[in-house]
């Protein structure tokens, strides 16, 4: 327990790598957390998956791949066009 605290006052924020090994331990520490009956923790484990879960569909899903076409030269009625995309642009 003395670990997830030390880990949790690090003064940055922690890494992906961090918050997912974090979780695999809440899921093993709720695996060998026993009732009266001894049954583990089934539930407390299944939560700690699904946010496990959560987190790396986000990362897939926040994935985007962008292409950058260039475009040749552009001329109405023989006068080329200086086109200026994406230079000082001002946004709104």
């Known amino acids: 327990m003395k670990e997830l605290e030390n880990k949790t006052k690090k003064s940055s924020p922690p890494s992906l790598l961090d918050i ?6 809440l899921k ?4 060998n957390c ?6 583990p923790n089934i539930s407390s484990a299944i939560k700690a998956v699904e946010a496990k879960s959560k ?8 994935k985007s791949a962008s292409t950058v076409v260039q475009m040749g030269e552009v001329k109405i009625d023989g006068i080329q066009l200086k086109l200026n995309i994406g230079e000082n642009c001002k946004e709104i």
Request: net charge negative; aromatic share 4%.
């Open 55 to 62: 987190i790396i569909s986000n990362l897939n899903n926040n």
């Open 28 to 31: 093993n520490i709720a695996l």
């Open 34 to 39: 026993f009732d009266k009956n001894g049954n």
């Open 20 to 25: 997912i090994e974090e979780l695999d331990e």
